[in-house]
């Protein structure tokens, strides 16, 4: 066994390694350490486990912060620490609980990971009014963090505080840093919820969300008009409430509507519309954008839902499944049949020249998508044509289209 002397050498080198982010260095130190007579107040255990917790070992973690409250129970930072290793394990009420104990013996180790961890403990048993007030303490103590910033929109969007929402979503999207950074902050954001309408589309979505931002710009949706055609629960389109904009949704299916209306019951019900698309125009008056995403190509009558954009928007953002062909007459008819498809039972499958014909004749400008930005398994922008008839979710086109 190692003496005294060089266990205050070794545990020093413990804290060395945990500085730099050798967290498994500096775990085998600790570890090697919580059953020498340097661990008699508990201290080399809180080192243990908050190794154990940047190492995601959350089991050792909440077996060492126990230790350590075994050998000092009014250890705050053992409380906390063990509060943290709760929080990471989903034992919510735990959780609370530890955080509540260290908070009463001791605030001093209390910080801004602390308030936002209870946030996030509040947010998740639906207490939205408590992880306001825990957000709003985490950004008392930091400087204006975009992700707090989201977090605490969230449970402005939930408490039905739209308005303050709103703010909330803009002041984070205006810190973003980069593209990496905006792209973390629109996931954050309530209307990205990974558990809206299938799996597939999670990535998929973020991805276009994105790209529409980067091609209008963060600011230019503020009290725009928007019309989200076949909107499905709407999740796309809300990302643009968030930022200000007043956005009508529209879908054929009723179960879509009113799981729109059950999410969001405090939003106009009169902008919560159904209708069949592929039927008579539903709206006289005009918007500023129209989003035409994933619909196009489940709808028999594709012209004349181009027509009518048209004929009210001088924006437009269409997205569809193509097939593949350079031939501007090439149409394919599909029977389709599912809770994402067509209405009617018939979709359409036109070349991308085909469609850029009927943008044209309608007076629409437009730039094509041509990157890689919006691929997300299985769906693909960038394909080259090669002239195979053939469709399905790898042959994707977008266009941003517009009238001068």
Request: glycine share 8%; aromatic share 12%.
């Amino acid at each position: 066994m190692l003496g005294s002397k060089q266990n205050t050498i070794y545990i020093e080198d413990g804290h060395r390694a945990y500085a730099r982010g050798d967290y498994q260095k500096a775990f085998s130190i600790f570890n090697e350490l919580k059953k020498s007579p340097m661990n008699k107040d508990g201290k080399v255990s809180v080192y243990l486990g908050n190794t154990s917790l940047q190492l995601e070992l959350y089991d050792e973690s909440e077996r060492a912060f126990k230790e350590a409250l075994k050998k000092n129970t009014l250890s705050g930072e053992a409380l906390l620490g063990l509060g943290h290793a709760y929080a990471a394990m989903g034992k919510t009420e735990d959780a609370i609980n530890s955080y509540d104990k260290a908070i009463e013996i001791d605030s001093s180790h209390v910080d801004v990971g602390v308030f936002s961890s209870l946030g996030h403990c509040m947010h998740t048993k639906g207490d939205f009014s408590a992880a306001k007030k825990y957000y709003k303490k985490a950004l008392e103590l930091s400087k204006p963090d975009p992700y707090l910033l989201c977090y605490l929109g969230n449970t402005h969007f939930y408490l039905k505080e739209y308005d303050l929402a709103k703010q909330c979503y803009a002041k984070a999207m205006n810190s973003a840093k980069g593209s990496e950074d905006l792209s973390a902050i629109i996931k954050a954001m309530v209307p990205a919820r990974k558990d809206s309408f299938g799996e597939h589309y999670y990535g998929w979505r973020m991805k276009r969300i994105k790209r529409i931002i980067k091609h209008y710009g963060l600011t230019w949706f503020e009290k725009k008009k928007i019309l989200e055609l076949g909107c499905g629960y709407g999740d796309i389109g809300m990302a643009f409430v968030a930022l200000g904009a007043d956005c009508t949704f529209v879908e054929a299916r009723d179960s879509h509507i009113n799981e729109m209306r059950a999410r969001y019951s405090d939003y106009p019900k009169e902008k919560l519309l159904v209708a069949n698309l592929d039927g008579p125009w539903p709206f006289k008056e005009s918007f500023d954008l129209v989003l035409h995403l994933g619909l196009l190509y489940h709808l028999n009558n594709w012209e004349e839902s181009i027509k009518e954009v048209a004929a009210r928007s001088s924006n437009m953002v269409l997205e569809t499944e193509v097939c593949d062909s350079d031939d501007p007459d090439f149409i394919l008819q599909i029977n389709e049949e599912g809770y994402d498809q067509s209405f009617t039972g018939i979709g359409s499958r036109p070349s991308g020249p085909a469609v850029e014909k009927i943008l044209h004749e309608c007076g629409f400008k437009f730039q094509r998508l041509t990157d890689d930005s919006c691929n997300s398994t299985p769906h693909v922008y960038d394909w080259k044509i090669a002239n195979t008839g053939d469709h399905g979710p790898a042959f994707r086109r977008l266009w941003f289209c517009f009238k001068e």
